[in-house]
């Protein structure tokens, strides 16, 4: 059974920062891409950032230079370092993986964490 379980999300002002964990428990965590979405009100869940098991990673434009995704295969973790916050980066924060069996895709969520930035 795999779980995702986030956390480091909180208040901040505009200009500042914070860095969300997601520690998964997974076996092989190495092999697998982890990724970063995000949901703010009345909005549909969009693609922040991945890293795959290169360590290539890939960010959405609105991120690109602000945010850095990385990963620490000995813990099991992947981090989103989340520099020069603007308010419209406020919304739920979620982490994301997903697995292949038997031909089928199965996606994994974790719970979300809440990031609000202040103007």
């Known amino acids: 059974q795999v779980q995702l379980v986030e956390s480091g999300g909180g208040l901040v002002q505009s200009g500042g920062s914070l860095r969300l964990s997601c520690t998964a428990t997974i076996t092989r965590f190495s092999d697998n891409a982890m990724g970063w979405y995000r949901q703010a009100p009345g909005k549909q869940r969009e693609l922040v950032a991945v890293?795959?098991?290169?360590?290539?990673?890939n960010y959405a434009d609105f991120v690109k230079g602000r945010f850095t995704i990385s990963r620490d295969n000995t813990k099991n973790t992947v981090y989103l370092q989340m520099n020069s916050l603007e308010p419209e980066d406020t919304a739920v924060y979620y982490c994301?993986?997903?697995?292949?069996?038997?031909?089928?895709?199965?996606?994994?969520w974790g719970q979300g964490t809440q990031v609000t930035v202040s103007s």
């Open positions: 890293i795959d098991s290169l360590e290539t990673t």
């Open positions: 994301h993986t997903d697995r292949w069996s038997w031909s089928r895709k199965y996606d994994y």
